[in-house]
């Protein structure tokens, strides 16, 4: 499936609703964090014309990674990812601009992009290849660093979800093992 970046822009800003496994809407989703945590969770738009899936996953390599892809039938486009990695960690951006790149991302070609960053469908390049810093866009959620130097990603996932638009009510907590 291939988006203009206003076009998955537009997808992700549009009201979601998640659903359960047996595809019926949920009322309230439930998420208790614990190290390596990982889901899948099935979103509808409100007008019930697209479904998405959004993938939380956290391992040793990423701190985080939230992702929101639109399933089409039997395809998945990635729409928008935010991955929390460490400062030292980074990203190419692509050094050719084509027109289809969006003015805010213009800025960063051939720029590498380091620590936590939202990565971003643009039309004529690989899925999600485009980034940039969430410091620089004004994001919710920085960092998911705690002031006492821990790793909590509960603040990150509201934020994701608040972020593409996610109206079913969620509680997260992390689970203290």
Same mark, same amino acid.
């Not at 609703?17 to 969770?41: P, R």
């Not at 720029?111 to 410091?135: D, M, S, T």
């Not at 790793?151 to 509680?171: G, M, Q």
């Given at each position: 499936? @291939?988006?203009? $970046? ?15 496994? @047996? ?28 479904? $998405? ?17 639109? =399933? @089409? ?11 929390? %990695? ?9 050094? &050719? !601009?084509?027109? @289809? ?18 990565? $971003?469908? %643009? ?20 960092? &998911? %660093? ?6 909590? &990603?509960?603040?990150? =996932? ?7 638009? !996610? ?8 689970? =203290?093992?």
């Amino acid at each position: 499936m @291939d988006l203009t $970046f206003k076009q998955a822009m537009d997808l992700i800003v549009t009201p979601k609703l998640i659903l359960e496994s @047996d595809g019926k809407l949920c009322a309230q989703k439930e998420l208790d964090i614990q190290a390596g945590f990982s889901d899948n969770i099935t979103l509808r738009s409100e007008d019930e014309e697209f479904l $998405f899936k959004w993938t939380i996953r956290q391992s040793s390599r990423e701190l985080c990674k939230l992702s929101l892809n639109i =399933i @089409d039938k039997d395809t998945s486009a990635g729409l928008f990812r935010i991955d929390y %990695v460490a400062e030292t960690a980074r990203h190419p951006n692509p050094c &050719i !601009v084509s027109d @289809d790149v969006p003015e805010e991302l213009k800025g960063y070609a051939g720029k590498e992009i380091y620590g936590p960053h939202a990565h $971003f469908n %643009v039309l004529g390049y690989q899925p999600l290849v485009w980034a940039r810093p969430l410091a620089d866009m004004g994001y919710e959620t920085v960092s &998911i %660093v705690n002031e006492n130097g821990l790793v909590d &990603i509960v603040p990150a =996932i509201y934020s994701f979800a608040r972020f593409i638009n !996610v109206k079913t009510p969620l509680e997260v907590q992390m689970c =203290i093992i």
